[in-house]
């Protein structure tokens, strides 16, 4: 049954693409662009495809619809587009003569199809994010270039197909590029074409492109930081191993009696949850609409959730290596990004899947098959008791399952997983998982980074990750309100025997006072309080966010990443929930070369204190890790984990999983340890 949030199909994709090839662009006066369109200096302005998604419908609409309702469904296209020099002669200079187009298409109700145009909106100057096959023409364009040619070749790099030329956002610093700017930093494959190129970086060469211009417009060479580009190989693919252990047998996961989980369109049902899964070229993966169904009470928990900006903000001061700060959301795209996942593999077990699409930037859409998997698996014990008077004979314990739905994205040399389990017990967990290749360097300056490798100057630098994620809550109702939880120990004239302790509660009532920072030392959480619904004890029914591993970051406050990535500077933000789509992501929809003072980011959208006490209301984590690279992260790094609980907290009466029935595996085998 269709549903308002079902995402777009490929066949939508194509058919808003189409239209607006065929009928908005003439209308507009603008051509596709082409790489003829550019070699011919055209005089007309072009425009490429970026991204295309749903244009999710209002909140309200989604929350009160009924199956047989209507509604006008839409594309969200964002485009980038270029007019050409002669055409803004008059314009004046604040205006640049690129920039993106919002434009939104309608494909009529779910009873008539009529395609039109509901806006468009031209923002100059403004930068989306990079499209996929940009990525390819920057490194066709640096590898044609006769000047990066012949500074290869002054290194003794002679063979242009090994040759790598990484594109990596162009940041924004004290000499702000115009233009659609695209940083390719460089490495080389050195006697196989699958040999890991990473083991061999080409320090101090940098070529600049620019897209709009569609050509380099430099070759930076630091003289300072060339380095001999190191040879030893360091490989990890099934090619170069010359043994592999023969202890691993086979593991299998059976469910005989089938999965315990049903599909209908983009619904999932699964014990007593019930979500509905998204996907967008941009965050990828997205929850919607979670709910528990609470002995027939099915009780509204959260509307959205998704991961909604990350940051990899890198160690080194110099020159080459400060400039890397990728958003990797907003300046690239998960969804556009993301892995076809292999059964029994990235998936093991009884597996079903979504599909997703990309598009080029000629609106053409492909599936891209496979990038949402979701499964079951096995979690342990959920809980056990043994009464020492019965002895065995009283023993009750329950095996813990859990619900898997997940996606994997590769961004250049890194590999993240991105998980959601739902646990019996109510609880809901946000892992990010890391692998892939560490970003490399020559520079052997121990202070900033690792030795790795398998020669005498191959380094990977120190660095972080960071992401926010987005929770727009409607516990038991819309209105909700966000409590700090602190622990400390009593007052002396209350503590004879220095022992006791207490939570403090303090109500977050405005966006500046919910600003807060996680704090090991008062066990610090937060509950996200109904407004309305109390529970049999009293209390605001809620559900509490549990921070496990985290951190902080050490860029200067004054920095131009902090500046563009105000999420950042705090753990926790509440703001009031906007129905803008522009109000999606902590650091403003388009990071681009931005230089954050332009952006709807966190710290802009905050800045008027508004109330969240009883609101409609979104709360932001951002959550990280400190990454000091191991000798044993390369050449191919072991899974690290990163993670964030959200666990009910008095919005049950008692634990919700006592009603699991005690079972025993009939394929478990065992025998005593001699």
């Known amino acids: 049954m269709a549903h308002p949030l079902d995402p777009l199909s490929v066949e939508d994709v194509n058919l808003v693409c189409d239209f607006v090839k065929k009928d908005i662009f003439p209308a507009k006066g603008f051509i596709l662009y082409t790489k003829d369109v550019i070699a011919n200096k055209s005089d007309q302005p072009f425009a490429k495809f970026i991204t295309v998604n749903l244009h999710e419908p209002k909140k309200e609409l989604v929350l009160n619809f009924k199956q047989g309702d209507t509604w006008d469904r839409q594309a969200l296209i964002i485009l980038f587009y270029v007019r050409p020099v002669e055409s803004t002669e008059n314009i004046s200079s604040d205006k640049p003569r690129y920039g993106a187009i919002e434009c939104i298409v309608s494909t009529g109700t779910q ?13 100059p100057g403004v930068n989306p994010n990079i499209c996929e096959d940009e990525f390819g023409r920057v490194e066709e364009l640096v590898m044609a270039n006769e000047e990066f040619r012949a500074a290869m070749e002054k290194r003794g790099l002679t063979d242009p197909s090994m040759w790598m030329a990484e594109p990596w956002s162009c940041g924004y610093f004290e000499k702000p590029e115009s233009g659609r700017i695209v940083r390719a930093q460089t490495w080389v494959r050195m006697d196989h074409p699958k040999d890991n190129g990473y083991a061999h970086p080409v320090d101090g060469l940098v070529a600049v492109v620019d897209l709009v211009e569609d050509r380099v417009i430099r070759i930076e060479e630091h003289h300072d930081e060339i380095r001999p580009v190191p040879k030893e190989s360091c490989n990890y693919g099934s ?22 989980f049903n599909i209908n369109g983009n619904l999932i049902e699964w014990e007593k949850w019930s979500f509905r899964v998204g996907w967008n070229m941009r965050e990828g993966l997205t929850l919607h609409h979670i709910c528990y169904n609470d002995n027939g009470n099915v009780r509204p928990i959260f509307y959205r959730l998704a991961i909604s900006e990350m940051v990899v903000p890198y160690g080194s001061p110099s020159t080459l290596h400060s400039r890397k700060n990728a958003f990797d959301l907003g300046e690239y795209g998960l969804g556009m990004l993301s892995n076809s996942l292999q059964l029994g593999c990235d998936c093991l077990g009884e597996i079903r899947y979504f599909h997703g699409y990309g598009i ?86 121990s202070r900033y980074s690792t030795p790795v490798g398998n020669g005498d100057n191959l380094t990977a630098q120190m660095h972080q990750h960071f992401y926010s994620l987005r929770i727009d809550p409607i516990v038991d109702g819309v ?45 610090r959480h937060w509950k996200i309080e109904s407004s309305e619904a109390k529970n049999r004890f009293g209390k605001p029914t809620a559900w509490k966010i549990v921070p496990h591993r985290n951190c902080f970051p050490y860029a200067k406050h004054d920095s131009w990443l902090m500046r563009r990535a105000t999420f950042l500077r705090h753990h926790l933000w509440v703001t009031p929930f906007v129905d803008d789509f522009h ?65 009910p907290n008095g919005f049950f009466d008692k634990n919700p999983a006592l009603d699991i029935p005690a079972t025993c595996s009939k394929t478990s085998r065992g025998c005593a340890a001699e």
């Not at 090619?239 to 315990?260: A, M, N, T």
């Not at 991105?418 to 300056?445: C, L, M, P």
């Not at 966190?602 to 409609?616: F, H, P």
């Open 360 to 445: 080029n930037s000629a609106g053409e859409a492909r599936k891209l098959p496979n990038v949402v998997c979701l499964h079951e698996e096995d979690f342990g014990v959920l809980w056990k008791h043994m009464d020492w008077r019965f002895g065995d004979s009283y023993v009750e314990s329950r095996r813990s399952r859990r619900f898997v739905i997940s996606m994997f994205t590769t961004v250049g040399n890194y590999e993240y997983g991105f998980y959601y389990y739902f646990y019996q017990d109510g609880t809901i967990e946000v892992e990010v998982k890391h692998s892939g290749i560490v970003n490399t360097s020559a520079d052997t300056d």
């Open 583 to 647: 109000e999606l992501y902590p650091a403003g929809y388009y990071p681009y070369q931005s230089n954050g003072t332009l952006d709807n980011g966190l710290a802009a959208i905050s800045s008027t204190d508004r109330d969240v006490y009883g609101k409609d209301i979104v709360v932001w984590y951002t959550f990280g890790m400190h990454h000091i690279v191991r000798p044993e992260d390369f050449p191919v790094m072991p899974m690290e984990y990163l993670r964030v609980s959200l666990k």
């Open 111 to 123: 009873n008539e199809s009529d395609t039109s145009l509901f806006s468009w909106e031209e923002l």
């Open 479 to 523: 209105n909700n309100q966000v409590v700090e939880v602190n622990a400390r120990a009593e007052d002396d004239d209350k503590n004879p025997y220095k022992n006791a302790f207490i939570a403090e509660e303090t109500v977050l009532k405005t966006e500046l006072q919910a600003q807060r920072d996680i704090n090991a030392e008062t066990a």
């Open 239 to 260: 090619d170069f191993q010359e043994k592999f252990r023969d202890s691993v047998k086979p593991l299998d996961i059976l469910q005989p009696e089938g999965v315990s």
